[in-house]
């Protein structure tokens, strides 16, 4: 029988701490003993099951799936989908682990975290919008910088993004 442990999914999952053992025992455990032999495909049952047992998103499951080990905590949020990206960085979906609530968390990328005048920027918008208050306006919940990665936290909105609306309607 094939040990579940060796997987390149689970050590790549243990890696990122996005869960732990026991959590990749019990997905384990509902893939049926018959699939469990496949070597090919057992990271692949693995991830999925970790999705249905809503252990892990399925962008993180992907990322884990291309080797992506580090990176999907920031701060006390966990990232769970990558929902933009433009110009100063990439906005996700993420968990706010303290307040237990999604949060919409904007990260400045990489690129920039080395130009002080592209982090002073992050961070007035970050001031400004915070004070702003309307019911047309994303809420700004905070902002910070937890080992070398500059973030805003913003209120999550479900629905189309304001460029999908564009593109659809003009």
């Not at 047992?53 to 920031?74: C, D, E, I, N, P």
């Not at 990232?79 to 682990?97: C, E, F, K, N, S």
């Not at 309307?134 to 913003?154: A, K, P, Q, T």
Request: hydrophobic share 40%; glycine share 8%.
């Amino acid at each position: 029988m094939l040990d579940p442990k060796a997987s390149r999914f689970w050590q790549a999952t243990l890696l990122s701490g996005l869960m732990d053992a026991q959590g990749l025992t019990a997905c384990w455990n509902m893939i049926p003993p018959g699939k469990r032999d496949d070597l090919e495909h057992i990271d692949r049952r693995l991830a999925r099951q970790a999705v249905q047992a809503r252990a892990l998103s399925l962008w993180q499951a992907q990322q884990l799936m291309a080797g992506r080990t580090s990176g999907f905590k920031v701060d006390r949020y966990v990232l769970l989908d990558l929902i933009g990206q433009g110009g100063m960085g990439r906005v996700y979906l993420a968990q706010d682990t303290r307040l237990n609530r999604q949060v919409a968390l904007k990260i400045l990328s990489p690129e920039r975290v080395n130009n002080p005048r592209a982090i002073a920027r992050f961070q007035r918008e970050a001031r400004v919008g915070a004070q702003l208050q309307h019911e047309n306006l994303v809420r700004i919940y905070d902002f910070g910088e937890s080992s070398g990665r500059y973030y805003l936290v913003m209120e999550y909105i479900e629905g189309k993004t304001i460029g999908t609306m564009i593109s659809d309607q003009g």
